[in-house]
Antibody, heavy 124, light 105 residues
Framework: QITLKESGPTLVKPTQTLTLTCTVSGFSLSTNEGGVGWIRQPPGKALEWLALIYWDDDKRYSPSLKSRLTITKDTSKNQVVLTMTNMDPVDTATYYC????????????????WGQGTLVTVSS | SYELIQPPSVSVSPGQTASITCSGDKLGYKYACWYQQKPGQSPVLVIYQDNKRPSGIPERFSGSNSGNTATLTISGTQAMDEADYYCQAWDRSVVFGGGTKLTVL
């Protein structure tokens, strides 16, 4: 059974760096069992994809946010970490991590298991 | 950048068929998937690779993708299907549609 759980601060100040951790179980981050992505959703708005990392350390980023994002994984801890720099109030959103069973190289990217999400508020 | 366009809202009567469209340039040449999201909950994948249903998703959910349009069809719509629906595809990055609120009334 695949599960994912997000953790991190609920409140950050403008200009600070946000660090979120996704702890996974039920699949391996070091073998070909898919990847982990980060998706966010501002209150009342649509989903927005942020980043994706695969077992072989292939990393993909949203073109519009690429300069602010870094995604890494720690296979020993079964964790995927997302950092986002220079936070702004418009970055207030629920941040989700999710499992992607396919491969970007094959064009089969979808998210079959999602975490519960964590609300991050950006305010001074 | 690539865009996926969905109608903001769709209404359907209980027991009828609901169709939600997702439009994008040459979308039929890409794989499309669909998520259902109810208030306060995480999204749930209901269709992947155009027309495949994950385990546990009712048969009344189906999908198609051709030309510039992918369509999510819900046959015999039930009150529990009232939710926001998002399409998603891959075009050198993950792209989500703007979402469609399905109202069952």
């Amino acid at each position: 059974q695949i599960t994912l759980k997000e953790s991190g601060p609920t409140l950050v100040k403008p200009t600070q760096t946000l660090t979120l951790t996704c702890t996974v179980s039920g699949f391996s981050l070091s073998t070909n069992e898919g990847g982990v992505g980060w998706i966010r959703q501002p209150p009342g708005k649509a989903l927005e994809w942020l980043a994706l990392i695969y077992w072989d350390d292939d990393k993909r980023y949203s073109p519009s946010l690429k300069s602010r994002l870094t995604i890494t994984k720690d296979t020993s801890k079964n964790q995927v970490v997302l950092t986002m720099t220079n936070m702004d109030p418009v970055d207030t959103a629920t941040y989700y991590c999710a499992h992607s069973p396919g491969m970007a190289a094959a064009g089969t990217v979808d998210f079959d298991y999602w975490g519960q999400g964590t609300l991050v508020t950006v305010s001074s | 950048s690539y865009e996926l366009i969905q109608p903001p809202s769709v209404s359907v009567s209980p027991g009828q068929t609901a169709s939600i469209t997702c439009s994008g340039d040459k979308l039929g040449y890409k794989y499309a998937c669909w998520y259902q999201q109810k208030p306060g909950q995480s999204p749930v994948l209901v269709i992947y690779q155009d027309n495949k249903r994950p385990s546990g998703i009712p048969e009344r959910f189906s999908g198609s993708n051709s030309g510039n349009t992918a369509t999510l069809t819900i046959s015999g719509t039930q009150a529990m299907d009232e939710a926001d629906y998002y399409c998603q595809a891959w075009d050198r990055s993950v792209v989500f549609g703007g979402g469609t609120k399905l109202t069952v009334l």
